[in-house]
Structure formats: C-alpha cells, structure tokens
C-alpha cells in the first residue's frame, strides 16, 4: 500500500524530531562537559593563587624572621666590640679563647695570629697560659705570635691558633665563636622569638 503525501510528510517530520532531538541532546553534552572542564579550569587556578599567596605570605614571614635574627647577631657584634674596649674583660676573654686553641690542637708548637693592636695583650695571655697548659697536659708547648699577618683591625677580636705548618687552624675570633654559638643555639632562638610552631596564631 503506498503510502499517501501526508504520511511521507508525517515521518519525515518524525525522522527530522528524532535527528534534531539526537542532535540537540550530542551538543547539549558537549556543552556541560565544556562547562565542567571550564569550572575545573577556574577552580584549579583558584587553588594556584591561592598556593602562590600562600608561599608569597610565608616567605615574607621567613625574610622577617631571619631580619629579626640577623638584627639580634648584628646587635650581639656590637656587644662583643665593646667587649673588646674593656681591657680587663677583653683580657681574661683572650686567656680562655687562647688556652682553648692550644688544648684543641695539642701541638708542641703553635703560632697565633691576632690583631695588631692587640699583640701585646696577646702575649701577656700567651705567657699566662703556657704554664697552665704544661700543668694540664704534662707537655711542652713553644708559641710564637706571628708578627707578619694579623687579624684584621675591624673585626671584634679574639685569635686564630694554628699548628706548626699552618695546616691546621682553631678560629677563635670573637665572630667565629659568635657564629658557632648562634647556628648551635638558632632552633632555641626561633622558639624564644617566635614560638614553637611557626604556623600558630596570635592572638591579642
């Protein structure tokens, strides 16, 4: 039976529904997913910035902290500078910076250097503590200040110490000695200045 005008007309327009619902429904999905992906997009870009602001905080956090230790080492200089301008105190300083060096080489021969304006007080610790260490270590000791190269004039003090050769070396210049003390006691000075947790709120 053939089919009329009006039925060919009638399922073409159901063919044409059919394919423009399959194709409305493919472009639907295609736009969710591209919706889905953009929120992604946004969402882990959100969470870069928000990292990035993060990390920018924290490292404006670590640059104050370790402005405020280095304020605390370059205020802990100057003290040990005027140490320096003490003679009593800079004196007995010398004393034990000195014996410590010939105890921690142990050789029978040693040269110290120090500044130059500090020679003579120098040799007066150096002629104290022979004895002192020869009781000690029932030793010999034979020192010599070297009269060629000194420490240089602008640092706090205190003395080098090295073995005959030179090859072996004992810095007890008051920087170096402020320097060990402050990388040995850096985990207790973060906890004075900032407490144990560094993530930690403050209050008021």
Excluded: W
């Excluded at 159901?14 to 493919?26: A, D, H, M, P, S």
């Excluded at 205020?75 to 003490?86: C, G, M, N, V």
């Excluded at 021969?109 to 120098?122: A, F, G, H, S």
């Excluded at 002192?132 to 029932?138: L, M, Q, S």
């Amino acid at each position: 039976m053939a089919l009329s005008d009006a039925d060919v007309q009638k399922q073409a327009e159901e063919e044409f529904n059919i394919e423009k619902g399959r194709l409305v429904q493919t472009q639907r999905v295609k736009i969710m997913e591209y919706f889905e992906k953009k929120d992604k997009q946004i969402e882990q870009h959100k969470k870069i910035q928000m990292s990035n602001l993060m990390n920018q905080a924290r490292l404006k956090v670590l640059k104050a902290r370790d402005d405020m230790i280095t304020d605390l080492l370059n205020e802990a200089r100057i003290q040990l500078a005027d140490i320096a301008k003490d003679p009593a105190r800079y004196s007995t300083l010398l004393e034990g910076l000195l014996l410590q060096g010939f105890y921690q080489l142990l050789e029978p021969k040693v040269t110290i250097r120090c500044r130059q304006q500090d020679v003579e007080m120098v040799q007066a610790a150096v002629n104290k503590n022979i004895p002192i260490y020869k009781d000690a270590v029932k030793s010999n000791i034979v020192v010599k200040i070297d009269q060629e190269r000194f420490l240089p004039s602008d640092i706090c003090g205190g003395v080098e110490v090295y073995n005959d050769n030179g090859k072996i070396k004992v810095s007890n210049t008051l920087e170096s000695r402020l320097e060990l003390m402050a990388q040995q006691m850096m985990p207790e000075i973060r906890v004075a200045l900032f407490g144990a947790n560094p993530n930690r709120k403050f209050t008021d």
